[in-house]
């Protein structure tokens, strides 16, 4: 008890071990779950954005662009149909409701079964999208699709922030959003190349594709080894140990061990995390679930994610240029991904979501000011080409801005700072609650666009100051601390220190490992 005490106004200790290659590779396959995340979000936006698909399934879209080819409708409005968007945002329903189910495969049966279910989830959805001959069978598709997203987001955040050792965990994690990065780019490259496909049939190349990522998830998910945690949790603590030698690539790892299966003997003892995590000791960890992925929504990304090619059409680029222009957004998207990477875990979070709060607020206000100025709020004036270059340019600096903040962010923080007996129950909110706003983004995008007209992009703004205050005054730094002594954080914020039990024991290994550290 004495112990606990001191170490919890002492330093954050460090259990040593090196960065083994095999952990690192196990990561990396495991950052795979990202990918038919990402593949999804950049791929329906060009979809949709075809002629040939609209034609045939979404016939009334279709006429609404002709006219406005015609001249005879707002331009602002062309896209505003509620069938179109619920060809995008169903996955993000079906998504949010298989989370929970995944919550509990993964607690119960470990991190990696739940991968392999998302896995085969997509590849299944994968061949129906591909096959859609009709707008039911493009929604099953979907469907199936996001209970894939549903269960991988879940698990594999998690498994990541487990395996990696505390101080090189944010930059492993952020694998995942890497993965989601080229996801959404390779969707946006193979949208660009099945556009030219002259016979008609270039949007079932690229749904069909989603099966690739959804067979790297699944082989990979066959292959991986599941976390130490989790197999401490579900009692295999031989299994563990060896694991935990092998991913950190020394004999002693008691001191961790001890950590882990003290942190488990405190989740055995709670049956029912979804009726404890509503208690007022992890108050701090709930309002974080629930706070940091609608913030991350909120920034508007999706926006330009989903829409990109859609939202530049209407800025007046022609389709082609539409798309390579969804494409140059996202390899601004990878490429900024990386300096998070190198970064996050010497500057540490709050840094970043400082740094990208601020260059996300100043580039969306420049947007709705050039589009106001320069589009007119009846939509009848043409952009000039100067004028819409330098609207590619700006949104361009907010993705960036977004890529190197709340996008690997909005994922990290939430997996790493939940105690084990709740982490999965956590980690479920956290995704239920982002593809909550992901789904209300993309419904309600293009209304807004249709009514807000430029002054959309103020809204987002607002959103993005709010936030960054959010993070300024409640979030405490998480880099380095070992992920089962998390509770230190809080125990010694100036604000959540009034929910979370000071005098409570803590890990004996970190009194006893402390001093050698
Ligand atoms: C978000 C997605 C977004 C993507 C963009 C992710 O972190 O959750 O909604 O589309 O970043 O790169």
Not at 165 to 186: S, Y
Request: hydrophobic share 50%; glycine share 10%.
């Amino acid at each position: 008890m004495a112990g606990g005490g001191m170490v919890s106004q002492g330093e954050v200790k460090d259990y040593g071990g090196k960065v083994t290659a095999f952990v690192v590779i196990t990561c990396m396959v495991a950052a795979t779950g990202g990918l038919i995340f990402g593949y999804d979000i950049g791929i329906s936006g060009g979809v949709t954005s075809m002629d040939v698909f609209l034609e045939k399934f979404f016939p009334s879209v279709y006429r609404d662009e002709e006219a406005v080819t015609g001249g005879e409708k707002n331009q602002w409005c062309q896209f505003d149909s509620p069938l179109l968007t619920a060809f995008t945002s169903s996955l993000y329903i079906a998504g949010l409701l298989s989370t929970y189910v995944a919550s509990a495969t993964t607690r119960r049966f470990g991190r990696r079964v739940s991968m392999l279910v998302g896995g085969a989830n997509f590849l299944a959805g994968s061949a129906i999208n591909g096959a859609a001959v009709n707008v039911a069978m493009l929604i099953v598709g979907r469907i199936l699709l996001g209970i894939g997203v549903g269960f991988a987001n879940q698990a594999v955040p998690l498994y990541l922030s487990e395996m990696a050792p505390a101080h090189l965990r944010g930059a492993l994690n952020i694998g995942f959003q890497l993965a989601t990065t080229l996801g959404i780019l390779v969707a946006n490259l193979v949208n660009y190349g099945t556009n030219r496909i002259t016979a008609g049939y270039g949007w079932r190349v690229s749904l069909a594709l989603a099966a690739v990522p959804g067979g790297l998830l699944t082989i990979g998910a066959l292959l991986l080894p599941d976390t130490p945690n989790s197999l401490v949790q579900r009692g295999h603590r031989d299994e563990a140990k060896a694991m935990l030698r092998r991913i950190r690539g020394i004999d002693d790892i008691d001191a961790e061990l001890a950590d882990m299966v003290e942190a488990s003997e405190a989740s055995a003892r709670v049956q029912h995390p979804w009726r404890n995590i509503f208690r007022r000791r992890y108050r701090p960890q709930l309002i974080m679930a629930v706070v940091i992925p609608a913030a991350q929504q909120l920034t508007g990304i999706n926006v330009i994610m989903f829409y990109a090619p859609v939202l530049f059409k209407t800025l007046g680029f022609g389709a082609n240029a539409s798309l390579m222009s969804a494409v140059i957004t996202g390899v601004v998207n990878v490429a900024a991904t990386l300096v998070s990477i190198a970064s996050v875990d010497r500057l540490g979070r709050k840094a970043l979501f400082l740094e990208g709060g601020a260059q996300m607020l100043v580039s969306q206000v420049a947007i709705g000011v050039i589009l106001g100025f320069g589009f007119g709020s009846g939509g009848d004036k043409a952009l000039s080409k100067g004028f819409a270059n330098l609207v590619l340019v700006l949104i361009c600096v907010y993705v960036a801005a977004f890529a190197w903040s709340w996008g690997p962010l909005g994922w990290l923080v939430p997996s790493e700072i939940f105690p084990l007996e709740i982490r999965s129950a956590g980690q479920s909110i956290v995704v239920s609650v982002n593809f909550f706003w992901t789904f209300l983004v993309a419904q309600f995008f293009l209304m807004a666009l249709c009514h807000l007209k430029h002054g959309l992009f103020f809204l987002f703004a607002v959103f993005v100051l709010a936030m960054t205050l959010f993070i300024i005054l409640l979030l405490p730094e998480t880099k380095n601390v070992p992920i089962e002594e998390m509770n230190l954080v809080w125990r010694r914020h100036w604000f959540w220190k009034k929910f979370v039990p000071q005098d409570e024991h803590l890990p004996t290994a970190a009194a006893n490992v402390k001093s050698t550290a």
